[in-house]
């Protein structure tokens, strides 16, 4: 006998309109500094994680608002901490890859050993990418609207770098960097341009496509030998390489133009 549907229940599409869409509980924990997202799957896995009193079996496991969840019996705050956002000072022959794409190779291998107990509960996304071969400030953020905002085109944040090249640089040379160029992906924004010396250009971007610095020097007859970033909007790079420092909230907001998530206010006694 075939089953009618049950009319009186929506359709799952439906079961969330008007209502705060619940977070999976993996990425509910990594987001709120308890655990990074592998290790919450690990705790869930291993039956350490309860949601208002039951054990959670699936990393995907919806938590629907307001619901008490607990790690090894004691209770959770869920809420979005603050933003945090880390500046790294890359080095050449490590991957800006995530930890899941590349597990060997990666600054995640530099940067997470180095974290305090208070910042190695957070997931960390890389908040664009360096090419392995390239250097400079490369930013982290707990915060993935973060990354969308600096790494967006709308948002035109300038992005400076510093090219060192194998032919003779001039301002003649350069000139269509500064007029707005045509790639094979398209016309590129007019760009910054200082000639430091006859191999070093300064070139300052309000866009961030695949090898783009490099591909405009190389189509002027400057072919890229080494790129280092130093600023992202007017978060300058002040750090020795392979360490990192902890951003500002007023670097965060005038630097990287980002308001951000303010910290959640504490309990009443």
Do not use: C
């Amino acid at each position: 006998m075939t089953r009618k549907p049950d009319k009186t229940k929506p359709p799952r599409h439906q079961r969330w309109e008007g209502k705060e869409k619940p977070d999976w509980l993996a990425r509910a924990l990594a987001r709120a500094g308890v655990f990074p997202q592998d290790e919450a799957e690990a705790a869930i896995n291993a039956g350490r994680v309860s949601i208002n009193g039951r054990v959670a079996k699936m990393a995907l496991a919806p938590v629907p608002p307001g619901a008490t969840v607990r790690v090894d019996g004691r209770v959770i705050d869920l809420k979005a901490p603050t933003t945090r956002v880390l500046a790294f000072h890359k080095p050449a022959g490590v991957l800006s890859s995530t930890a899941r794409q590349h597990r060997t190779g990666t600054v995640f291998e530099v940067l997470l050993p180095q974290l305090p107990p208070e910042l190695a509960g957070y997931t960390w996304h890389a908040v664009g990418r360096l090419d392995v071969d390239s250097t400079g400030l490369l930013l982290f953020t707990n915060d993935d609207k973060l990354v969308a905002h600096v790494t967006s085109p709308d948002t035109h944040l300038p992005k400076r770098y510093v090219a060192t090249v194998f032919s003779t640089a001039d301002d003649t040379r350069v000139e269509p960097l500064r007029k707005g160029m045509t790639l094979d992906d398209g016309p590129a924004r007019p760009a910054q341009v200082r000639v430091r010396d006859e191999h070093t250009v300064e070139v300052t971007l309000t866009e961030g496509r695949h090898h783009q610095v490099k591909r405009m020097l190389g189509a002027v007859g400057l072919p890229v030998r080494a790129l280092h970033r130093e600023a992202v909007g007017t978060v300058a790079l002040d750090i020795p390489e392979g360490t990192f420092r902890l951003l500002t909230d007023d670097e965060v907001r005038e630097g990287l133009r980002y308001e951000g998530r303010t910290a959640p206010s504490e309990p009443h006694e």
